[in-house]
């Protein structure tokens, strides 16, 4: 059993639900030494967070962006923490909702991932940053 542990950054996505399954991989090539095992990511934010659903229909990305925003308005007079604006609270309580980390299983040097499933980066601030991602990888390498 072997540990193989890695923190990539994400360059800046627009708001949204956004695929980042490729981008990981580009950034993991270390994954093609495991024959077996699983994936832990966790994101490193508070105000975005990180899922896995559909990946072949766009629209899935705008209706999942539609729903989050009616569920959680950025109507200020409702919160408390609006320092930093009208997305402040609302992409705290998205993220919490959403989860701060996916666990995914590793076959053959890749994501074993569904045949419409793809790693969304959710990002829920009207201006977003690089984000930082911690990658743990547990499992059997090849010989």
């Known amino acids: 059993m072997e540990i193989f542990q890695k923190k990539i950054s994400i360059k800046s996505k627009p708001r949204g639900f956004n695929l980042i399954t490729n981008e ?3 950034l993991i ?3 093609k030494q495991f024959h077996t095992g699983l994936a832990h990511i966790m994101m490193q934010h508070t105000s975005a967070g990180i899922t896995i659903n559909e990946n072949a229909d766009p ?3 705008q209706d ?3 729903y989050f925003n009616r569920l959680v308005p950025e109507d200020m007079s409702l919160y408390k923490h609006t320092a930093e604006g009208p997305d402040d609270m609302t992409s705290h309580i998205k ?4 989860g701060s980390s ?11 991932l569904g045949t419409w499933q793809g790693i969304y980066l959710c990002e829920h601030r009207n201006y977003s940053k690089t984000r930082n991602l911690v990658i743990t990888i547990i499992g059997e390498k090849y010989a």
């Open 64 to 66: 999942f962006e539609t």
């Open 29 to 31: 090539p270390e994954i």
């Open 102 to 112: 996916v666990t995914i299983p590793v076959t053959n040097g890749n994501f074993n």
């Open 59 to 61: 629209t899935v990305r």
């Open 95 to 98: 993220s919490s909702i959403l």
């Open 24 to 26: 990981i991989l580009q």
